[in-house]
């Protein structure tokens, strides 16, 4: 499975953050192509202001409905906002994991 790892320092107004986060997943959760194909989570530093977001992706035919979702555009937009010059992306391959928590 492949992915990426964005991360970013970010201090501004956290419920305008967050809002924009929501509004992304919502869209994930309620498009039946993404289902289950696509995992999203984003964690926050609990000291400092460090973010960071975890995407997962089936396969490249996901990734690519995805990014020509005009939802997607829009977060990438608001990321690039919120992480400005400290925005940093790896992409990344699952290796191995444990099982997901129940």
Same mark, same amino acid.
């Given at each position: 499975? $492949?992915? +990426? !790892?964005?991360?970013?320092?970010?201090?501004? &107004?956290?419920?305008?953050?967050?809002?924009? @986060? *929501? !509004?992304? @997943? &919502? *869209?994930?959760?309620?498009? &039946?192509?993404?289902?289950?194909?696509?995992?999203? /989570?984003?964690? $926050?530093?609990?000291?400092?202001?460090?973010? +960071?977001? +975890?995407? /997962?992706?089936? &396969? =490249?035919?996901?990734?690519?409905?995805? =990014?020509?979702? $005009?939802?997607?555009?829009?977060?990438?937009?608001? +990321?690039?906002?919120?992480?400005?010059?400290?925005?940093?992306?790896?992409? !990344?391959?699952?290796?191995?994991?444990?099982?997901?928590?129940?």
């Amino acid at each position: 499975m $492949s992915g +990426i !790892v964005v991360r970013y320092e970010y201090s501004g &107004d956290y419920d305008s953050w967050l809002e924009a @986060i *929501n !509004v992304f @997943i &919502d *869209n994930i959760n309620n498009d &039946d192509k993404l289902k289950g194909n696509f995992s999203y /989570r984003v964690t $926050s530093a609990i000291e400092g202001n460090t973010k +960071i977001h +975890i995407a /997962r992706w089936k &396969d =490249q035919e996901t990734l690519s409905y995805l =990014q020509s979702q $005009s939802f997607f555009k829009d977060f990438a937009v608001k +990321i690039k906002e919120f992480g400005g010059d400290t925005l940093q992306a790896t992409k !990344v391959k699952t290796a191995c994991e444990t099982l997901p928590l129940s």
